[in-house]
């Protein structure tokens, strides 16, 4: 994946678009693995009250908790081994930081894209480029901005569900079709 410039705030100026389905947009540019299975969920995050939020919300989503570290070391140690969708990623952490995060994300997930939220209380510009540049997928205020973190992390486990039911109606399809007499697969 290119780093993304100021060029690449397009993912923050379209999460403000009013009536915007953004999961659509970020989804057709990532491929998840494994359709008929729940959104993968892994967070970095070291404030334990905010982090007992987003594993509700995570839950509420129907999405799965995949993991969850209040340092960069133990994010990056634990993400190596664990298959996840989605990293939601604070910026300060107990031990290391996010850029730490995403910066190995950067270079453990060749081939496969890994949708990463940046959720922070560092709002500013530079804060803001820098994810983007270490390819941050989006970048959410924490005061003024987790309600829309967190109806985006609904929109992906709601496209997960949605792609997991086509995906098992076409196995389905298929199957039947397999299943059929030879004279009812001849066209008159």
């Known amino acids: 994946m290119r780093p993304r410039t ?4 397009r993912s923050s100026v379209l999460s403000r678009v009013a009536g915007t389905d953004l999961a659509s ?3 057709k540019d990532f491929a ?3 359709a008929a299975t729940r959104l993968r969920v892994f967070v970095v995050e070291d404030s334990p009250i905010i982090l007992k939020r987003l594993v509700a919300a995570i839950e509420e989503a129907g999405a799965e908790l995949a993991g969850h570290s209040d340092s960069a070391p133990g994010a990056i140690a634990a993400l190596a081994s664990v298959p ?3 990293v939601i990623i604070d910026i ?3 031990s290391g930081t996010g850029f730490d995060v995403l910066r190995a994300l950067q270079d453990m997930t060749p081939g496969r894209s890994t949708i990463k939220i940046v959720l922070t209380n560092h709002p500013g510009s530079a804060y803001r480029e820098r994810s983007f540049q270490l390819g941050a997928t989006m970048f959410y205020d924490k005061s003024s901005e987790s309600r829309q973190a967190i109806e985006f992390v609904h929109q992906l486990a709601a496209r997960r569900r949605m792609a997991g ?4 109606n076409v196995e389905a399809s298929r ?6 007499p030879e004279s009812n ?4």
């Open 6 to 9: 100021a060029a690449g705030f």
């Open 25 to 27: 947009v970020v989804f």
């Open 32 to 34: 998840m693995d494994d």
């Open 84 to 86: 996840t969708d989605v």
């Open 92 to 94: 300060q952490l107990r």
């Open 165 to 168: 039911k086509v995906s098992r």
């Open 175 to 180: 199957s039947n079709h397999l299943r059929m």
């Open 185 to 188: 697969n001849r066209r008159s």
